[in-house]
């Protein structure tokens, strides 16, 4: 582990800033950016003009937003992952027989982290992309990445998490939460009904390494036109195992 002598203070600053907007808060002001990263006024503003200045942030005299030149800081490393690479063949063809979006994610604290994803029809108000976040609560794959982990760890991902109410259907109770992550745990796949959006119902399997260690996260996200979420199993299952024994062969 590096000195403190040895790590630059503003850089950490700087990307608390940029990690602060989120795609239910794009636009900040200075107050909210001080708020939200626990920075004062002061130096949340000199990291938002620094960040305009260098072109990373567009500015309108109150309310900054991140340009696309943000994206230059994360789409490389991605793209790079070995982890996305080997994945997007098997999403691009999976979307294509089953005829919706498919995705691949891992989980980073209380929340999942989009590496790969191959897009039918859109069905979130949301776009999401390689880099998108999703709160692993209330997830289809985030509670297969939580099923993985010890149980006491989970739980504690759970308790840290933020539990506000997403749609009416959201689950806002840790024990019941941790009762739907057992549930992913003993059936080796979760199923999620209008948590996350009203309207959107997906189902995710965990992804193994030839070890058996758990490396990511599949899913495929669909409109809620079935009677039952139960029928998503059904209907997916079947094509998002093949998928996960197929890469079990490859990812190490």
Avoid at 82 to 93: K, T
Wanted: charged share 20%; glycine share 8%; proline share 5%.
């Amino acid at each position: 582990m590096a000195n403190k002598t040895d790590t630059i203070g503003s850089l950490a600053k700087g990307l608390s800033v940029i990690e602060a907007f989120r795609a239910e808060q794009p636009r900040m002001s200075i107050s909210d950016v001080s708020a939200a990263t626990g920075l004062d006024r002061a130096t949340a503003r000199r990291c938002l003009l620094t960040l305009h200045e260098l072109g990373y942030a567009d500015y309108d005299g109150k309310f900054f937003t991140l340009t696309a030149r943000v994206l230059r800081l994360g789409m490389g490393a991605l793209a790079a992952m070995p982890l996305a690479q080997m994945v997007q063949p098997w999403l691009d063809q999976l979307s294509e027989r089953i005829g919706q979006s498919t995705s691949v994610s891992i989980l980073d604290g209380t929340e999942i982290v989009y590496l790969a994803r191959a897009a039918q029809r859109r069905v979130m108000s949301i776009g999401l992309m390689p880099g998108s976040r999703l709160p692993a609560h209330c997830t289809s794959m985030g509670r297969v990445l939580l099923a993985a982990l010890p149980p006491d760890e989970a739980r504690a991902i759970v308790e840290a998490s933020d539990l506000t109410p997403r749609t009416p259907f959201s689950l806002t109770d840790p024990a019941e939460i941790m009762a739907r992550i057992e549930a992913a745990r003993r059936d080796g796949y979760a199923v999620i009904d209008q948590e996350v959006e009203l309207g959107l119902r997906s189902i995710a399997v965990p992804l193994y390494s030839v070890h058996g260690r758990v490396m990511a996260a599949l899913n495929t996200g669909v409109a809620a036109v079935q009677t039952d979420a139960g029928d998503l199993a059904a209907m997916y299952l079947e094509p998002l195992l093949k998928v996960q024994e197929g890469l079990r062969r490859v990812l190490r």
